[in-house]
């Protein structure tokens, strides 16, 4: 049997981590995204780098960033 991987009603399918970070920072910038998420990778010497690979060990992170950017998305559809 083939595994398919389609998946409708995940929003985040084919959706990379780094495409969510750049999106976040071009919406709200290290300052602003260290405010609504607390993590020093956001807050201390900030690189797309060092918060992928913390984001990658730390489900609890990553969950927040993801929540945030389905929020923006979410709320930026519904203004269109």
Avoid at 18 to 32: C, N, S, T
Avoid at 54 to 59: A, E, G, I, V
């Amino acid at each position: 049997m083939e595994q398919t991987d389609f998946q409708p009603n995940n929003p985040l399918h084919g959706v990379k981590l780094v495409e969510i970070l750049d999106y976040l920072l071009a919406v709200y910038g290290w300052e602003g995204l260290g405010k609504r998420i607390k993590v020093r990778c956001f807050t201390h010497n900030p690189s797309v780098n060092s918060s992928l690979k913390f984001l990658r060990k730390t489900p609890w992170a990553r969950a927040k960033v993801e929540e945030l950017y389905l929020d923006l998305v979410t709320h930026s559809k519904k203004k269109t």
